[in-house]
């Protein structure tokens, strides 16, 4: 079974830190994704990686950057958190070619 | 972007009895997936359907997509308490780097 691992479930952080959000897949997936899901607004694509050291942005990429370095870890990055940027942050990862996308249980992340 | 709309938003129904939600897109297609939230954890994905495929069963899911209506219906048979969770609709279209957009789901909540 595919697993995608979150490094932490809930994370607290405050205004103006720098957060690193860590996402590790073991099915050497070429595809890596992060998410974040709001209620009322479904999940929303932040940024994804079709290989190493290539990134492009999804919907909402403002306040955020991106790091895939080896092929099985993605991480976000939020540059100076903002309380606007509370959330639930999802990671996922899938193969090349109309695949279905393999999630991590989520980071719910608060900025205060 | 917001590209899936799922109706109804929530759905609340006894065991044994069948749920269906339904899920309306925009634009063209590759496929269209289905996924389920269990509160506070990751999607997992539970179908996915090919554009050129009407009906597609797995256990007790039976998905119908209509290309020329832009949408699709899930239906879970007989259902059972453990069936309660948020069931999202993604949509995908094409190419190697399998970007789906989401839609703000349904929540079936199924009374035992």
């Known amino acids: 079974d595919v697993k995608v691992t979150q490094s932490s479930r809930y994370l607290v952080k405050r205004t103006g830190e720098k957060v690193f959000l860590e996402c590790v897949q073991d099915m050497d997936h070429e595809n890596m994704f992060w ?3 709001d209620p009322g607004l479904g999940l929303r694509l932040i940024y994804f990686s079709y290989d190493v050291k290539m990134k492009e942005k999804g919907d909402i990429p ?4 991106v790091s895939r370095e080896k092929k099985e870890r993605f991480s976000l990055i939020l540059e100076s958190a903002s309380t606007n940027q509370t959330s ?6 899938s193969r090349r070619g109309n695949q279905p996308q393999h999630f991590g249980d989520g980071t719910r992340l608060s900025i205060l | 972007s917001q590209q899936g709309e799922e109706d109804p938003q ?8 069948n749920a269906t939600m339904n899920c309306s897109y925009k634009t063209s297609i590759n496929n269209l997936q289905w996924y389920r939230q269990n509160s506070g954890r990751g999607l997992v994905h539970l179908i996915l359907i090919r554009s050129n495929e009407r009906e597609k069963h797995s ?14 219906s899930l239906l879970i048979t007989a259902s059972r308490a453990a069936d309660t969770a948020s069931y999202f609709c993604a949509t995908d279209a094409g190419g190697a780097t399998n970007k789906l957009i989401f839609g703000t789901g349904t929540l079936l909540a199924v009374q035992p």
């Not at chain 2, 929530?10 to 009895?17: D, K, N, T, V």
């Not at chain 2, 007790?60 to 020329?68: A, E, F, G, N, W």
């Open chain 1, 62 to 65: 403002e306040g955020y950057s």
């Open chain 1, 88 to 93: 639930m942050y999802l990671c996922a990862s």
């Open chain 2, 10 to 17: 929530a759905l609340s129904i006894q065991e044994g009895e």
């Open chain 1, 35 to 37: 998410y974040r899901q």
């Open chain 2, 59 to 72: 256990g007790r899911l039976r998905v119908t997509l209509d290309t020329s209506k832009k949408s699709s």
